[in-house]
């Protein structure tokens, strides 16, 4: 069984930024693709970025430029750096595993439990 706990969450001001992590356990994360989700009340959950086991990268348009997605396979830990936030970046972020190590081939296996942001205007 996989836990994926995310940090980072908060509240913070149109244009500024926040890192948010997640922090695996087990021994599969390298070999796994990873990635985070949002989720607005009302709304299906969206993907804002992706990272395969290779380090090849996807994002939402809506965040291109402005998020950048990173791991770190000896720390078993994702990343998501968020710069130039806005109002309508706010909702609930949540870390996902995939099955296999291509985002493109293979679903979601774990999700975390996620994370609160909020961009005040």
């Known amino acids: 069984q996989v836990q994926l706990v995310e940090s980072g969450g908060g509240l913070v001001q149109t244009g500024g930024s926040l890192k948010l992590s997640c922090a695996a356990s087990?021994?599969?994360?390298?070999?796994?693709?990873m990635g985070w989700y949002r989720r607005v009340p009302g709304k299906q959950r969206e993907l804002v970025a992706a990272?395969?086991?290779?380090?090849?990268?996807n994002y939402a348009d809506s965040v291109k430029g402005r998020f950048t997605i990173s791991r770190d396979n000896a720390k078993n830990t994702l990343y998501l750096q968020m710069n130039s936030l806005k109002p309508e970046d706010t909702a609930v972020y949540y870390c996902?595993?995939?099955?296999?190590?291509?985002?493109?081939?293979?679903?979601?296996?774990?999700w975390g439990q996620g994370t609160q942001v909020t961009v005040s205007s």
């Open positions: 996902a595993l995939y099955s296999g190590g291509s985002y493109y081939y293979t679903g979601v296996a774990y």
């Open positions: 087990g021994s599969i994360f390298s070999i796994k693709a």
């Open positions: 990272i395969s086991s290779g380090g090849s990268t």
